[in-house]
């Protein structure tokens, strides 16, 4: 971790070059813009973190092409070092200059071993934070541009190019030429000019200048460079000095100032010369050392500020109301619309009469992005201190906050309420997979958006070294899948700028290619893109994460939906679901019916996908926070709630209109679904949900604290629990099955039960269930379940009557029992459907299930 | 390796490593291709190497090492080697430095912004003056002064028509009492001579109220211009406020304030009906269609109901802004005449004066210079082909005028009641209205794609209003049924969905 240091933000704007109005890509879809490719791009340099690098911390796409990328951002620069006066004496100022360079390799070093080079080194991209430690700013332009294709003109100041970068400028035909020893050769300049304190060939015109730099490639040594090049300063330096000071820049200068490239050094060789003498430049710097010891003592007014990293900062920035994009419009002047217009336009699509406009300019200068609304508004959070320093074993004094209830949209707004989320978050993160527990219990009130994608990996418990195992995953070799992903891939939420880039594409694929990889017996469906889409987009720049989360994901909530014959397992996914339909909504669910309008034609996208290929991100986001929460069934209980939606329109329509209204989903409202589902899902017995094809077992347990931390599904199969019945069987059933054990949890049959469940919601009295026992009166009188009222099968008895008083109860759950062998109750809940009675369940197995168990008692007369 | 001095490398190489365990003997040699460009993580290269020859993992940590010092070290290669072949290319011939000068300095010119020329950023002031000014108090003060100027072009053409209409009626006299008289006191000469000294009379008055009507309007503008500068100057002194407010509007003559309204015409909707549509598979965007029947002039003209200035509020309110408002206007191939619905325009065009931007005629003019250029490049692509053939098309092209069919050219305008811009199709409309259209016109058809093209410049260009004939003409025909219209319909909508 680096030192603290208070840190501003900047945001440099450009604007990419124009494409062809009138061209397609290969696969026939129109190009993507240059802004887009651009920001895809962009999004691995907020991987880099250096202590000589000011940090990128965000991308956004503005209209009409225009970049934004924000970065950590220092007042000083290099370049006011060399114009000021300064204090200091030739001696120390060599030795300080010295020093800069030597930070500004380090820097270029970490660059180069990532990959990346700079070539727009100048004094005004090396800043200065507050202990003087050179960061270089800037650096990303290079790789966001794609080396400089994506802009319409040259990247990097004409007077500190390397030879190479000016004549590959010029000759696009040799575009390698420029490597980490071009940057080598302008930290080279900057030296001189820092050494001189004066600025090389002040207010040179650029042709000229070429002309300098490209006339120094007739020497063939680095002494002669260095010369010619200290000639051009006014004041006369003599590095004829042996002190050892001298003597290592002149290592530098020597080095770094080669024309040719192959005798240049590269940053790290030049770093290993200096090596041995690296101590005696530190050593020197007592002062240095001593202030940033001073710095990291925690003093008595914290600001909060020194200890987030850059993009926490950015994230409260924006929530303190910061608008970027305006604040850097603001500097910019802008062309209006009108004036921007092409004058004539062909059949082909291409433009003429355009004029040019002064904002599509490149200027590499910042906008200062000040955060004295954050500082100050975190001011005031300071003085609630548990709030920013939540403690997590120990019982903190009350921290509810005053947002906690109002509703999701707002408090992700919300700056205060953020800040503390965030700050606890960050902690709990921090002790996973400790923390689990915890973490789950946090994320039932809400999850921060700025930190999703980790707390959704946590939820899913995903742990390991997911790099280790990403890496040995082989996601290069071609295999069959790959036409289908290129197809479907480029088509997948597209809407999302960062998604349709080129860079979330190859993501994409390598993510569904990895997955595919470690599941070789399962295979690749329609729908797995925009699953995949959503944890890439989360997970933008950690590959192995996404793949992971999406791997735990899968195996929870779509076990064996890829299988290659998946039929099996959707048909059954869709009857239980329909049955928890009539179990919630008879009247719907048999309008349903009775139009031929069969979750067949509507559902399977929906469960396929978990909802990810209907919706936008943004919804999805907050559907799956709750979903994430919920047990393998949760998804069966979102569904229900987005037919109970729309019912109002379902009622009305015919087959004909409701494929209408599904072929194009309506705006669905996320809040309201997510709190049905809640409350379909807490008034559901848990046996009802039941699938053969659910994972069996639960790989991250948890303590089971109620009757719905449990899932059915996963757990142990006793005499008394639901067993699996044919499919054509289960489609014949009408309704849902609840099994012995559920019915004797939920009746308090065997001790009362203290925590919530379906037939007992509120903390007082019974449980609210209804038992009817259809058998004779006389089976009924050798034993039955208490309470249960017996209502023998005869063709003369009023159904509506029977409902109505039913109704009266209004109980959760209403129990049919009958005989195994008959299955008359069939018949007898089609009836009690039709009247609408909600709640209506059949016992699985019938009375005999209970015959063994002991229950059973003889009804007082 | 042998890299020949290739300038197109690939960086495709290979590597070789030698598998062993300590004892003399190596286990295995491996040979694998690497791309030192393109490797995306030496790792999973290694990974998949050492999964598919089931080499022993102690190896991995030195593969790794030593792939990525391999990659390192010829990617490092390559790079120098470009380098030193483009050092070469000076060392060679130095007159070339000049020539390199030339060529990067220019794209520094071209593309940053502190070295580029200064004129390119002055020209949006007068813009930006504006509307800071439409937006504050001096509105009022600027609308007026437009009517004023308004009703002063209102009061000349009518004049100007008045004594048209005289002189007319003076020739038609003279002339048919010259022929009564023939054989008499004239004779067919006379005639004939008499009738030439007409036409050159009617010429020259012609051209003589054309050249006030430009004197007129370029005063017009010149005086407004100064006006919002010096408002806008104002503004800047005093904070946001002006001066004195009736100054300006004193100096005009109070007269020209009455004035007959000669060009408005109220011509109404006859029937409307707006709705709103969601479009999208996931994220739905919301757009509002208003759907009416009316002449397409309606959104030009300034309508006899209400204020003018009323109209004009919105519309000026949002000419420099990012809402912009367009129409499409169906036109001829020709650009020098114009008949049918451009002539009407033009007419809406010049009842008043255009502050902002070039006039209508300098504009068409401009088209005409791209048209041209466009037209010699179509005709140099159709050398390739048949001799004869070129020279027919070509001969079509110079009677038909020098636009094809779904080419369009955009004009902008300050002075028009609802629109900024009007895009300016070019159809041929008379046969977009025949009974055979309603087959012939499908997606694929030129006026259908020029629409689309029309569709994507509103679209990056901030035009948030467009008002599209749905029929794709001005004027209906016999030949036109309701089931040619519905299905019109559907075409137009579909693509502007599309």
Same mark, same amino acid.
């Given at each position: 971790?680096?030192?603290?240091?208070?840190?501003?933000?900047?945001?440099?704007?450009?604007?990419?070059?124009?494409?062809?109005?009138?061209?397609?890509?290969?696969?026939?879809?129109?190009?993507?813009?240059?802004?887009?490719?651009?920001?895809?791009?962009?999004?691995?340099?907020?991987?880099?973190?250096?202590?000589?690098?000011?940090?990128?911390?965000?991308?956004?796409?503005?209209?009409?092409?225009?970049?934004?990328?924000?970065?950590?951002?220092?007042?000083?620069?290099?370049?006011?070092?060399?114009?000021?006066?300064?204090?200091?004496?030739?001696?120390?100022?060599?030795?300080?200059?010295?020093?800069?360079?030597?930070?500004?390799?380090?820097?270029?070093?970490?660059?180069?071993?990532?990959?990346?080079?700079?070539?727009?080194?100048?004094?005004?991209?090396?800043?200065?934070?507050?202990?003087?430690?050179?960061?270089?700013?800037?650096?990303?332009?290079?790789?966001?541009?794609?080396?400089?294709?994506?802009?319409?003109?040259?990247?990097?100041?004409?007077?500190?190019?390397?030879?190479?970068?000016?004549?590959?400028?010029?000759?696009?035909?040799?575009?390698?030429?420029?490597?980490?020893?071009?940057?080598?050769?302008?930290?080279?300049?900057?030296?001189?000019?820092?050494?001189?304190?004066?600025?090389?060939?002040?207010?040179?015109?650029?042709?000229?200048?070429?002309?300098?730099?490209?006339?120094?490639?007739?020497?063939?040594?680095?002494?002669?460079?260095?010369?010619?090049?200290?000639?051009?300063?006014?004041?006369?330096?003599?590095?004829?000095?042996?002190?050892?000071?001298?003597?290592?820049?002149?290592?530098?200068?020597?080095?770094?100032?080669?024309?040719?490239?192959?005798?240049?050094?590269?940053?790290?060789?030049?770093?290993?010369?200096?090596?041995?003498?690296?101590?005696?430049?530190?050593?020197?710097?007592?002062?240095?050392?001593?202030?940033?010891?001073?710095?990291?003592?925690?003093?008595?007014?914290?600001?909060?500020?020194?200890?987030?990293?850059?993009?926490?900062?950015?994230? *409260?920035?924006?929530?303190?109301? %910061?608008?970027?994009?305006?604040?850097?419009?603001?500097?910019?002047?802008?062309?209006?619309?009108?004036?921007?217009?092409?004058?004539?336009?062909?059949?082909?699509?291409?433009?003429?009469?355009?004029?040019?406009?002064?904002?599509?300019?490149?200027?590499?200068?910042?906008?200062?992005?000040?955060?004295?609304?954050?500082?100050?508004?975190?001011?005031?959070?300071?003085?609630?201190?548990?709030?920013?320093?939540?403690?997590?074993?120990?019982?903190?004094?009350?921290?509810?906050?005053?947002?906690?209830?109002?509703?999701?949209?707002?408090?992700?707004?919300?700056?205060?309420?953020?800040?503390?989320?965030?700050?606890?978050?960050?902690?709990?993160?921090?002790?996973?997979?400790?923390?689990?527990?915890?973490?789950?219990?946090?994320?039932?009130?809400?999850?921060?958006?700025?930190?999703?994608?980790?707390?959704?990996?946590?939820?899913?418990?995903?742990?390991?070294?997911?790099?280790?195992?990403?890496?040995?995953?082989?996601?290069?070799?071609?295999?069959?899948?790959?036409?289908?992903?290129?197809?479907?891939?480029?088509?997948?939420?597209?809407?999302?700028?960062?998604?349709?880039?080129?860079?979330?594409?190859?993501?994409?694929?390598?993510? *569904?290619?990895?997955?595919?990889?470690?599941?070789?017996?399962?295979?690749?469906?329609?729908?797995?893109?925009?699953?995949?889409?959503?944890?890439?987009?989360?997970?933008?720049?950690?590959?192995?994460?996404?793949?992971?989360?999406?791997?735990?994901?899968?195996?929870?909530?779509?076990?064996?939906?890829?299988?290659?014959?998946?039929?099996?397992?959707?048909?059954?996914?869709?009857?239980?679901?329909?049955?928890?339909?009539?179990?919630?909504?008879?009247?719907?669910?048999?309008?349903?019916?009775?139009? %031929?309008?069969?979750?067949?034609?509507?559902?399977?996208?929906?469960?396929?996908?978990?909802?990810?290929?209907?919706?936008?991100?943004?919804?999805?986001?907050?559907?799956?926070?709750?979903?994430?929460?919920?047990?393998?069934?949760?998804?069966?209980?979102?569904?229900?709630?987005?037919?109970?939606?729309?019912?109002?329109?379902?009622?009305?329509?015919?087959?004909?209109?409701?494929?209408?209204?599904?072929?194009?989903?309506?705006?669905?409202?996320?809040?309201?679904?997510?709190?049905?589902?809640?409350?379909?899902?807490?008034?559901?017995?848990?046996?009802?949900?039941?699938?053969?094809?659910?994972?069996?077992?639960?790989?991250?347990?948890?303590?089971?604290?109620?009757?719905?931390?449990?899932?059915?599904?996963?757990?142990?199969?006793?005499?008394?629990?639901?067993?699996?019945?044919?499919?054509?069987?289960?489609?014949?059933?009408?309704?849902?099955?609840?099994?012995?054990?559920?019915?004797?949890?939920?009746?308090?049959?065997?001790?009362?039960?203290?925590?919530?469940?379906?037939?007992?919601?509120?903390?007082?009295?019974?449980?609210?269930?209804?038992?009817?026992?259809?058998?004779?009166?006389?089976?009924?009188?050798?034993?039955?379940?208490?309470?249960?009222?017996?209502?023998?099968?005869?063709?003369?008895?009023?159904?509506?009557?029977?409902?109505?008083?039913?109704?009266?109860?209004?109980?959760?759950?209403?129990?049919?029992?009958?005989?195994?062998?008959?299955?008359?109750?069939?018949?007898?809940?089609?009836?009690?459907?039709?009247?609408?009675?909600?709640?209506?369940?059949?016992?699985?197995?019938?009375?005999?299930?209970?015959?063994?168990?002991?229950?059973?008692?003889?009804?007082?007369? | 390796?042998?890299?020949?001095?290739?300038?197109?490398?690939?960086?495709?190489?290979?590597?070789?490593?030698?598998?062993?365990?300590?004892?003399?003997?190596?286990?295995?040699?491996?040979?694998?291709?690497?791309?030192?460009?393109?490797?995306?993580?030496?790792?999973?290269?290694?990974?998949?190497?050492?999964?598919?020859?089931?080499?022993?993992?102690?190896?991995?940590?030195?593969?790794?090492?030593?792939?990525?010092?391999?990659?390192?070290?010829?990617?490092?290669?390559?790079?120098?080697?470009?380098? +030193?072949?483009?050092?070469?290319?000076?060392?060679?011939?130095?007159?070339?430095?000049?020539?390199?000068?030339?060529?990067?300095?220019?794209?520094?010119?071209?593309?940053?912004?502190?070295?580029?020329?200064?004129?390119?950023?002055?020209?949006?002031?007068?813009?930006?003056?504006? @509307?800071?000014?439409?937006?504050?108090?001096?509105?009022?003060?600027?609308?007026?002064?437009?009517?004023?100027?308004?009703?002063?072009?209102?009061?000349?053409?009518?004049?100007?028509?008045?004594?048209?209409?005289?002189?007319?009626?003076?020739?038609?006299?003279?002339?048919?009492?010259?022929?009564?008289?023939?054989?008499?006191?004239?004779?067919?000469?006379?005639?004939?001579?008499?009738?030439?000294?007409?036409?050159?009379?009617?010429?020259?008055?012609?051209?003589?109220?054309?050249?006030?009507?430009?004197?007129?309007?370029?005063?017009?503008?010149?005086?407004?211009?100064?006006?919002?500068?010096?408002?806008?100057?104002?503004?800047?002194?005093?904070?946001?406020?002006?001066?004195?407010?009736?100054?300006?509007?004193?100096?005009?003559?109070?007269?020209?304030?009455?004035?007959?309204?000669?060009?408005?015409?109220?011509?109404?909707?006859?029937?409307?009906?707006?709705?709103?549509?969601?479009?999208?598979?996931?994220?739905?965007?919301?757009?509002?269609?208003?759907?009416?029947?009316?002449?397409?002039?309606?959104?030009?003209?300034?309508?006899?109901?209400?204020?003018?200035?009323?109209?004009?509020?919105?519309?000026?309110?949002?000419?420099?802004?990012?809402?912009?408002?367009?129409?499409?206007?169906?036109?001829?191939?020709?650009?020098?005449?114009?008949?049918?619905?451009?002539?009407?325009?033009?007419?809406?065009?010049?009842?008043?004066?255009?502050?902002?931007?070039?006039?209508?005629?300098?504009?068409? +003019?401009?088209?005409?210079? @791209?048209?041209?250029?466009?037209?010699?490049?179509?005709?140099?692509?159709?050398?390739?082909?048949?001799?004869?053939?070129?020279?027919?098309?070509?001969?079509?092209?110079?009677?038909?005028?020098?636009?094809?069919?779904?080419?369009?050219?955009?004009?902008? @305008?300050?002075?028009?009641?609802?629109?900024?811009?009007?895009?300016?199709?070019? +159809?041929?409309?008379?046969?977009?209205?025949?009974?055979?259209?309603?087959?012939?016109?499908?997606?694929?058809?030129?006026?259908?794609?020029?629409?689309? @093209?029309?569709?994507?410049?509103?679209?990056?260009?901030?035009?948030?209003?467009?008002?599209?004939?749905?029929?794709?003409?001005?004027?209906?025909?016999?030949?036109?049924?309701?089931?040619?219209?519905?299905?019109? +319909?559907?075409?137009?909508?579909?693509?502007?969905?599309?």
């Amino acid at each position: 971790l680096f030192p603290l240091m208070k840190c501003s933000l900047g945001c440099m704007s450009f604007v990419t070059a124009a494409l062809p109005h009138n061209q397609c890509g290969i696969n026939g879809l129109p190009l993507t813009p240059n802004s887009i490719t651009s920001l895809g791009l962009a999004q691995q340099l907020k991987t880099l973190k250096h202590e000589n690098l000011c940090s990128y911390v965000d991308f956004r796409c503005g209209r009409h092409e225009r970049i934004f990328a924000v970065s950590e951002l220092y007042v000083d620069s290099v370049f006011n070092k060399i114009t000021q006066p300064t204090e200091l004496k030739q001696d120390d100022w060599r030795k300080y200059s010295l020093n800069i360079v030597h930070g500004v390799l380090n820097g270029l070093n970490y660059l180069n071993s990532k990959g990346y080079i700079q070539l727009n080194l100048e004094p005004k991209n090396i800043l200065l934070n507050e202990n003087g430690t050179p960061k270089l700013s800037g650096y990303g332009l290079h790789h966001m541009t794609d080396g400089g294709k994506l802009l319409s003109g040259p990247l990097g100041s004409l007077k500190y190019s390397s030879p190479e970068q000016i004549l590959s400028c010029c000759y696009s035909e040799i575009p390698m030429a420029t490597s980490s020893k071009s940057d080598v050769w302008s930290a080279c300049i900057v030296l001189l000019e820092l050494l001189h304190r004066e600025l090389l060939w002040d207010s040179v015109e650029n042709k000229s200048l070429v002309k300098r730099v490209l006339c120094l490639s007739a020497n063939k040594s680095s002494h002669k460079n260095i010369e010619v090049l200290c000639q051009n300063f006014k004041e006369n330096l003599s590095l004829n000095e042996t002190d050892d000071v001298t003597k290592l820049i002149k290592v530098i200068l020597e080095n770094g100032l080669n024309v040719e490239s192959s005798q240049r050094a590269t940053p790290l060789q030049i770093l290993n010369k200096l090596g041995k003498d690296l101590n005696l430049t530190n050593e020197q710097q007592p002062a240095d050392t001593n202030g940033k010891f001073e710095k990291t003592v925690p003093s008595e007014n914290t600001n909060p500020l020194m200890e987030m990293d850059s993009e926490e900062i950015w994230c *409260l920035w924006n929530l303190a109301g %910061g608008d970027m994009v305006a604040e850097v419009l603001r500097s910019v002047t802008t062309t209006p619309p009108i004036r921007t217009v092409p004058l004539f336009v062909t059949v082909h699509g291409d433009l003429y009469g355009l004029e040019p406009s002064p904002e599509n300019l490149f200027n590499p200068g910042y906008k200062l992005l000040s955060l004295d609304t954050v500082e100050s508004r975190l001011e005031v959070n300071t003085e609630n201190i548990s709030l920013i320093y939540p403690l997590l074993e120990l019982k903190s004094p009350d921290v509810s906050h005053e947002s906690a209830k109002l509703p999701l949209l707002i408090r992700e707004n919300d700056f205060d309420y953020q800040v503390h989320r965030i700050a606890l978050y960050r902690r709990l993160l921090l002790g996973y997979p400790y923390l689990r527990d915890k973490l789950l219990k946090e994320a039932r009130i809400d999850i921060p958006p700025y930190c999703r994608g980790r707390v959704w990996a946590g939820l899913l418990d995903v742990k390991g070294d997911l790099e280790e195992q990403y890496i040995n995953i082989d996601k290069d070799t071609p295999i069959v899948t790959d036409r289908q992903i290129a197809v479907d891939v480029p088509r997948c939420h597209q809407y999302d700028s960062m998604l349709c880039s080129p860079t979330a594409h190859e993501k994409l694929k390598r993510v *569904l290619k990895a997955w595919l990889m470690s599941h070789p017996h399962l295979t690749y469906w329609q729908g797995l893109d925009s699953l995949c889409a959503v944890f890439v987009h989360l997970n933008f720049n950690d590959e192995p994460r996404a793949w992971a989360s999406m791997s735990q994901f899968i195996d929870k909530y779509l076990h064996d939906f890829f299988l290659k014959d998946n039929s099996a397992i959707i048909q059954e996914y869709l009857v239980v679901f329909s049955h928890l339909l009539t179990f919630h909504d008879p009247l719907l669910s048999c309008h349903m019916q009775e139009i %031929g309008f069969i979750p067949d034609l509507y559902a399977i996208p929906w469960f396929l996908t978990m909802f990810a290929h209907v919706f936008p991100l943004h919804k999805i986001f907050h559907l799956w926070d709750t979903l994430l929460l919920g047990n393998s069934s949760f998804p069966l209980c979102i569904g229900v709630a987005i037919l109970q939606q729309l019912r109002g329109q379902l009622l009305q329509s015919d087959f004909n209109e409701c494929i209408l209204l599904f072929s194009d989903l309506p705006e669905i409202d996320i809040d309201g679904v997510v709190k049905k589902s809640i409350q379909v899902f807490c008034q559901s017995p848990k046996s009802s949900t039941f699938r053969v094809h659910a994972q069996k077992e639960e790989k991250c347990k948890r303590q089971t604290v109620s009757y719905y931390t449990e899932d059915y599904n996963t757990l142990p199969k006793t005499e008394l629990s639901e067993t699996a019945i044919p499919l054509s069987e289960l489609k014949q059933e009408v309704c849902c099955r609840i099994s012995a054990d559920d019915l004797i949890q939920l009746c308090e049959l065997k001790g009362s039960n203290n925590s919530k469940t379906p037939a007992k919601a509120t903390k007082s009295g019974k449980p609210r269930i209804f038992i009817i026992d259809i058998r004779s009166s006389d089976e009924f009188s050798r034993g039955c379940v208490p309470g249960s009222f017996n209502f023998p099968l005869a063709p003369n008895k009023s159904i509506p009557q029977l409902v109505q008083m039913i109704s009266k109860q209004s109980p959760k759950v209403v129990v049919v029992i009958g005989n195994k062998s008959t299955r008359e109750d069939r018949e007898f809940c089609f009836e009690l459907l039709k009247e609408g009675l909600k709640g209506v369940c059949v016992l699985h197995g019938g009375i005999d299930i209970l015959k063994p168990v002991g229950v059973l008692t003889v009804p007082s007369q | 390796l042998s890299m020949n001095g290739n300038t197109l490398d690939n960086g495709d190489r290979t590597f070789e490593y030698v598998v062993s365990t300590g004892s003399n003997k190596p286990i295995q040699e491996l040979r694998f291709p690497v791309n030192v460009l393109k490797v995306f993580d030496v790792r999973e290269l290694v990974a998949r190497v050492m999964n598919f020859h089931r080499i022993p993992c102690f190896v991995e940590t030195e593969l790794n090492m030593k792939l990525k010092k391999f990659v390192d070290n010829e990617r490092m290669n390559l790079h120098d080697h470009q380098a +030193a072949l483009l050092l070469q290319k000076i060392i060679d011939d130095p007159t070339l430095i000049d020539h390199v000068a030339k060529v990067v300095s220019d794209k520094y010119e071209n593309s940053w912004q502190e070295h580029a020329p200064p004129c390119l950023s002055q020209s949006n002031n007068f813009p930006l003056a504006y @509307h800071h000014l439409i937006h504050s108090t001096a509105m009022q003060n600027l609308l007026q002064l437009e009517k004023k100027y308004h009703n002063a072009v209102s009061k000349f053409l009518a004049d100007k028509e008045q004594s048209l209409s005289n002189m007319r009626e003076r020739h038609r006299m003279e002339m048919s009492r010259a022929c009564d008289n023939v054989g008499f006191a004239y004779t067919t000469e006379d005639v004939s001579i008499l009738a030439t000294k007409q036409l050159a009379d009617s010429n020259r008055l012609e051209k003589q109220w054309k050249d006030n009507y430009k004197k007129l309007t370029e005063k017009q503008k010149q005086e407004y211009c100064d006006v919002v500068v010096r408002f806008s100057k104002e503004m800047k002194e005093n904070e946001d406020k002006l001066n004195e407010n009736g100054n300006i509007l004193d100096a005009l003559d109070e007269r020209d304030v009455v004035s007959e309204n000669s060009i408005t015409v109220s011509s109404g909707i006859s029937m409307e009906e707006s709705f709103t549509i969601n479009l999208g598979a996931q994220l739905k965007t919301m757009h509002n269609i208003r759907l009416m029947v009316a002449d397409m002039l309606y959104f030009c003209r300034y309508s006899d109901d209400g204020e003018m200035e009323a109209q004009r509020f919105q519309t000026a309110m949002s000419l420099y802004s990012n809402s912009l408002s367009a129409i499409i206007l169906l036109s001829d191939k020709n650009l020098k005449e114009c008949t049918g619905i451009e002539k009407d325009f033009r007419t809406v065009c010049e009842s008043s004066t255009e502050f902002h931007f070039d006039s209508l005629d300098e504009q068409v +003019a401009r088209v005409n210079e @791209h048209a041209m250029v466009v037209r010699q490049s179509r005709s140099q692509t159709l050398t390739n082909t048949d001799l004869n053939d070129r020279n027919s098309s070509l001969k079509d092209e110079d009677e038909q005028g020098v636009l094809t069919e779904g080419d369009f050219y955009i004009t902008k @305008h300050s002075n028009l009641s609802q629109v900024h811009l009007v895009f300016h199709l070019v +159809a041929e409309e008379s046969q977009l209205r025949t009974k055979a259209s309603l087959t012939n016109v499908t997606s694929r058809h030129r006026v259908i794609l020029g629409m689309r @093209h029309i569709m994507k410049v509103a679209s990056s260009h901030d035009i948030r209003t467009i008002t599209i004939p749905l029929l794709l003409c001005h004027e209906l025909s016999e030949e036109i049924t309701f089931q040619w219209c519905v299905k019109r +319909a559907e075409l137009v909508m579909k693509c502007v969905k599309g």
